[in-house]
């Protein structure tokens, strides 16, 4: 178990923070967001839009990130992955923070803000593919693609890697829907891995009509 020490200057720019929050109070964004099935049990309604530009405002601070996190509410978890230090996650953090994402938008921040920069993602990847469990699996999907957008940087020997350890039961639409956008970016790369996972989702599709709408976006993609 993690073990926080209190800081009067921390606590200070946490209920700064909050009070700022307080303020972008939006009625209509969180009538969309029930409207789209995000149904918080803790939400003030703002945009993601003035949450990074409320974050913008700050340092990245690990103990304000867990006043954040632990307050609870659906912007403060946001704003927390916005200003964790990445180098600071532990894996018990890491564990908590997955038991405690509670929507497919928090998964997709947090994943984006924080997990993306996280110095031992490639080797975090495959085992949270492996893992059977939606949170991860989604994570490590969306993380992926993110990575593959980056052509100078991405590591093409470890992104095979997890091509072929993607798993094949995707019945869920918004972890569909995610695959489809990572293998899109994915076969972006270089001829080469574009060719396994046309190969891959080839095969796939005989098995499963979902790997189809999968296979009928990556011609779109290989077209372009």
């Known amino acids: 178990m993690e073990f926080f020490i209190g800081d009067k200057d921390t606590e200070a720019i946490f209920q700064q923070i909050f009070k700022k929050l307080m303020i972008l109070r939006n009625g209509e964004t969180h009538h969309e967001m029930r409207k789209y099935g995000l149904n918080y049990t803790r939400s003030i309604g703002a945009t993601i839009v003035n949450l990074r530009e409320l974050a913008s405002e700050y340092s990245k601070d690990h103990l304000l990130a867990h006043k954040l996190w632990t307050k609870g509410f659906r912007e403060t978890k946001i704003l927390a992955s916005l200003l964790e230090e990445p180098e600071k996650l532990s894996n018990e953090q ?3 923070w997955f038991d405690e994402m509670d929507s497919n938008e928090l998964i997709e921040q947090v994943s984006m803000n924080l997990f993306l920069n996280h110095s031992n993602i490639y080797q975090l990847i495959p085992d949270w593919l492996q893992s059977g469990n939606y949170r991860r699996v989604v994570s490590a999907i969306i993380v992926s693609g993110r990575l593959a957008m980056n052509k ?73």
């Open 94 to 96: 890491i564990n908590r």
């Open 152 to 224: 100078k940087e991405a590591k093409i020997g470890e992104l095979f890697k997890i091509v072929e350890i993607i798993p094949t039961n995707i019945d869920e639409f918004y972890l569909r829907n995610q695959l489809k956008r990572c293998l899109g970016k994915m076969v972006r790369l270089n001829k080469e891995i574009a060719h396994k996972i046309s190969q891959m989702v080839h095969d796939l599709r005989a098995e499963d009509e979902n790997w189809q709408e999968v296979w009928d976006d990556l011609q779109y993609e290989l077209d372009l």
